[in-house]
C-alpha cells in the first residue's frame, strides 16, 4: 500500500499492478516537493486491544490511538493506554521516532499529561463546534487563546 500512495504523491502519470491493487494510469494531483524524507509522514488510526490494527498502524510514522467502547463508538485512550502505546513502539521500533497523536480538547484533558506519558503530538480537535451557529468563529476563539499551557 505503501508503494501506492508514495506513487500517487511523487507524479503523474502513475499506475501500480499489485497482487491485491490496480491503479490504473491516473493523473492524480501530486504534492510536489516536500520537505520530509523520504515523503510526508503517514499517521494511522490504531484500535488498541485490536492487534490487527495496531499492528498495520505501527508500522507508519505516527499512530493516533482510538479505544472502541464496545456500542460501536470509540473514545480517546486514557494516559496509561497512551503509555502503554509508547512502551510497545520502543520495544519494537527502537531508535525509530514514531509519533504518537492525541486528539482532544484543553478543556477536558491535559496535553502536557498526554506528552509526559508519550504522546508526541497534540491536535485540538473541535468536533462539538460543527453544529455550533458558527464553527469558524469557534476555532477563530480557540486560536486566539494561544498553546497549550503546562496543564
Do not use: K, N
Not at 14 to 39: K, M, N
Not at 68 to 85: C, F, I, K, N, Y
Not at 103 to 118: K, R
Amino acid at each position: 500500500c505503501l508503494d501506492i500512495v508514495c506513487g500517487l504523491w511523487a507524479g503523474q502519470p502513475f499506475s501500480f499492478d499489485g497482487s491485491h491493487y490496480q491503479v490504473h494510469s491516473t493523473e492524480f494531483p501530486t504534492i510536489g516537493h516536500v520537505v520530509q524524507e523520504p515523503r510526508v509522514p503517514i499517521w494511522c488510526v490504531a484500535a488498541l486491544g485490536h492487534e490487527r490494527s495496531l499492528v498495520r498502524a505501527t508500522g507508519w510514522d505516527g499512530v493516533i490511538p482510538q479505544v472502541l467502547d464496545g456500542t460501536g463508538g470509540a473514545r480517546q485512550p486514557h494516559l496509561d493506554e497512551v503509555g502503554a502505546l509508547r512502551a510497545r513502539l520502543d520495544a519494537d521500533r527502537p531508535g525509530d521516532d514514531v509519533d504518537i497523536i492525541v486528539e482532544g480538547t484543553m478543556s477536558e484533558h491535559s496535553p502536557a499529561a498526554f506528552a509526559d506519558a508519550g504522546a508526541t503530538w497534540w491536535i485540538e480537535s473541535m468536533w462539538d463546534a460543527l453544529p455550533e451557529h458558527s464553527p469558524v468563529a469557534a476555532a477563530h476563539d480557540r486560536l486566539t487563546e494561544g498553546p497549550p499551557d503546562a496543564r
